[in-house]
């Protein structure tokens, strides 16, 4: 399997545009998870989903950010509109659950610029 | 309120000797804990894991120990060699079958010299 595949892995955009990032969890996982990190706040959970449907999304900062998961390879998170302070790398995650191991594999990430 | 802690930002070690990194949590319902590493531009990588069950995970060059009672983990790596040099990540989650959803401390920056 290739992992987990996010695109693109930089975006610059202006502020008050909208802005997609695109994520493809590994082949199997029923986890799917949204990520960011920031240098005040670090790496922190945004929301999850299981089996496609969000279960938490308490750690969405605003309304602005919206995320969808249409079918078990894709999920997709939104910034509409978009803010500089928005400006961190995000990271989508994925991972099986039961077995031996649940651990949760990363993408490489996706670097927002809003300026 | 920071839930898991690593205090240390960073750690330079000699290549060959151990490396000892720490981490805090102040969750008592955490009952899985796991040690990320992470390179320059890319996304972190799962090293090692253990249950609050164990006190003690080893894998190869890297064991993990486990303090309940003092709310503490540290992960050692046996030598050290320049290759481990990246970021290392802590992290908690409450229920091992949700193993993504976690909660992280702020990385402990590891530089190992030749």
């Known amino acids: 399997d290739a992992g987990v595949i996010q695109s693109p892995r930089h975006e610059v955009t202006e502020m008050g545009q909208e802005v997609t990032l695109r994520c493809k969890p590994i082949?199997?996982?029923?986890?799917l998870f949204w990520y960011r990190q920031t240098m005040m706040r670090g790496l922190e959970l945004l929301i999850y989903?299981?089996?496609?449907?969000?279960?938490?999304d308490s750690g969405m900062p605003e309304d602005r950010f919206s995320a969808k998961m249409p079918n078990a390879s894709f999920s997709t998170l939104k910034i509409q509109p978009s803010e500089p302070r928005d400006s961190a790398v995000y990271f989508c995650?994925?991972?099986?659950?039961?077995?031996?191991?649940?651990?949760?594999?990363f993408g490489q990430g996706t670097r927002l610029t809003v300026v | 309120d920071q839930q898991v802690k690593q205090n240390s930002p960073s750690l330079s070690v000699q290549e060959g000797r151990i490396s000892i990194l720490n981490c805090d949590y102040t969750n008592s319902m955490f009952d899985y804990f796991l040690w990320y590493k992470k390179y320059p531009a890319e996304g972190p990588t799962f090293l090692i894991s253990i249950s609050s069950i164990k006190d003690k995970n080893e894998d190869g060059r890297f064991t993990v120990f486990l303090n309940k009672s003092a709310k503490h983990l540290s992960l050692h790596i046996v030598p050290s060699q320049p290759g481990d040099s990246a970021v290392y990540f802590c992290a908690a989650s409450e229920d091992y079958n949700q193993g993504g959803k976690l909660i992280f401390g702020q990385g402990t920056e590891l530089s190992v010299k030749p």
């Open positions: 082949s199997g996982h029923d986890y």
């Open positions: 995650a994925s991972s099986s659950t039961g077995g031996l191991n649940t651990e949760a594999f």
């Open positions: 989903f299981n089996n496609n449907v969000p279960i938490d």
